[in-house]
């Protein structure tokens, strides 16, 4: 690095091409040198380390090996598994300093109190998807439904519901899960992947925190949005005023209520299964889950219109294993929580007020917490100034469109809506070549991706092969500028066969 007086004046942001996850490095400028590394996540929903090597062989290169500040936004492992396959890499790595969410500090009661109760939850659902799994190697769905009329459909939705809840399952798997114990933090964790080393600084960041003029970085505050604090906040996932509705598409139907209710439907709705959010447990539940959940709530939670599916005879009525079927709500939940944690940052230049925002994969909760009684003293023109979110929504250039373009993973009117800068730009982590099928019905939601082509004039990138993701865009609800699309064709054109997309925001 050279040039590390004055204020940081640009900054160049890389989104590596590693599957559907996030892994970016930002390489903060002053005029046209480096002085900074600050990397968000590395991680894939699928991939081995030969997938993580290409991409690690170019930060080795970009970096000298040297990052200034890592910042982990929350446990799944489409964001940190890179990590765990890849610790002999990062051994040879200097992690300056690392950031996490306030939740994985151990001297936080309220996190611990959180902590333990989510590894329960983890923990019982680990045990209900080993034992779907169990007796599906067994041949047990062949045999139940050989002989029963659509048989072959009720057999492929089975399949395809075990499928769903692994993936869901797998997403959740990074450290053991023990009955009794809670799962271990994020710092143990990057320990012992050989990212956090005697000299590294950990930090834990709380909302409404500012961390600024960091060393090689001044004139850059960094702004915590979230996660929230309050659990209400943390445990929801859905708005109808908020998030955006579901694709048109309809996922494959789960054989109970297939089989139960003539053509799938009920009172004239179609079932949506796995996951319709119509059957996941209510919210009336949501304290139950949050305090004792294992694996005896799992069995305690089939919903009434499971029970009430196997009223009549026939083998396939019998519900010897399928108390195990609730597991697909509480998947959902489990799933979603977790989200809810990811470190929210607001990225800001001190001096042109410009701000980029890096959302992990927050959902509505977290983004509804930003706009509760929160307010950040942001220094203009030399003054202190107290700021609402507005504030920064307002002054969003480059936006790192959260939870891989899903219908919750962005706010509408107290999100995406107050982004009204003419010089917006948005980054997608989703790529359909490295996806869990099961997301397909969400990932890319339509009305999202169109409002963001709207929004940005096409100055969207997309990891994966942009022209499949914009044909699953451009659904009859939404209408595409012409313009526009020939923007984000040729924008994305220019990394075709790289293993990274490039976007230089100036400050």
């Known amino acids: 690095m050279a040039n590390t007086t ?5 900054i160049l942001i890389r989104m590596y091409r590693i599957g559907t996850g996030d892994f970016f490095i930002l390489q903060f400028k002053k005029n046209n040198s480096v002085s900074f590394n600050l990397m968000i996540d590395c991680g894939c929903i699928q991939g081995n380390k030969s997938s993580f090597e290409p991409m690690l062989e170019n930060l080795d290169i970009l970096t000298n090996r040297t990052i ?6 929350h446990q799944h492992s489409d964001h940190i598994n890179g990590f765990e396959k890849c610790r002999d890499i990062f051994d040879n790595f200097v992690f300056r300093k690392v950031w996490f969410a306030w939740t994985e500090d151990k001297n936080d009661s309220l996190a611990n109190e959180y902590r333990v109760k989510y590894s329960k939850l983890g923990y019982g659902l680990n045990q209900a998807v080993s ?3 169990a ?3 067994k041949d047990y769905y062949e045999s139940l439904y050989s002989n029963e009329y659509g048989g072959e459909h009720m057999l492929e939705a089975k399949k395809h519901f075990i499928e769903s809840i692994n993936s869901i399952n797998n997403l959740n798997l990074v450290g053991e899960l023990r009955m009794g114990q809670p799962l271990p933090t994020m710092a143990e964790l990057f320990r012992r992947f050989n990212v956090i080393k005697e ?6 960041l709380k909302p409404g925190e500012i961390r600024n003029d960091l060393e090689n970085a001044e004139g850059i505050g960094f702004y915590v949005l979230g996660p929230p604090r309050d659990r209400a906040f943390l445990n929801k ?5 908020e998030t955006y509705e579901k694709r048109e598409e309809k996922s494959t139907i789960d054989f109970s209520f297939l089989s139960a209710f003539e053509n799938g439907n009920i009172d004239g709705v179609t079932i949506n299964l796995p996951f319709d959010t119509k059957f996941e447990i209510s919210s009336k539940d949501n304290t139950i889950l949050n305090e004792d959940a294992d694996i005896n709530i799992i069995n305690n939670h089939i919903g009434e219109s499971i029970k009430n599916a196997y009223n009549s005879g026939g083998d396939w009525r019998k519900i010897d294993h399928d108390w195990l079927y609730s597991a697909g709500s509480i998947a959902m939940r489990y799933e979603r929580s977790i989200n809810n944690t ?3 940052l607001a990225i800001h230049f001190e001096e042109s007020e410009r701000v980029l925002l890096f959302t992990g994969d927050a959902e509505i909760g977290n983004w509804e917490s930003w706009h509760k009684n929160l307010e950040w003293p942001v220094k203009i023109n030399g003054r202190i100034i107290p700021k609402k979110v507005d504030y920064f929504l307002d002054k969003t250039v480059f936006y790192k469109v959260g939870h891989h373009l899903s219908q919750n993973g962005t706010a509408k009117a107290k999100g995406i809506d107050m982004m009204k800068n003419s010089d917006l730009t948005a980054m997608v982590t989703l790529d359909f070549e490295k996806i869990n099928s099961g997301w397909l019905n969400t990932m890319p939601n339509d009305l999202l991706g169109a409002e963001l082509i709207r929004k940005t004039r096409g100055k969207l990138y997309f990891l994966g092969d942009h022209t499949k993701i914009l044909s699953n865009i451009k659904t009859n609800r939404v209408i595409i500028n012409n313009i526009d699309e020939s923007t984000v064709n ?5 990394f075709v066969g790289e293993n990274y997309i490039d976007c230089e925001i100036e400050g």
């Open 6 to 10: 004055g204020k940081i004046s640009k």
């Open 68 to 73: 200034d500040l890592l910042v982990v936004t």
């Open 131 to 133: 034992k779907l799994n």
């Open 135 to 137: 007796i599906e190697k």
């Open 199 to 204: 000299t590294t600084i950990v930090e834990y």
């Open 237 to 241: 996932t859905e708005d109808d005023g």
């Open 342 to 344: 990811s470190l929210v």
């Open 490 to 494: 040729a924008l994305n054109m220019t």
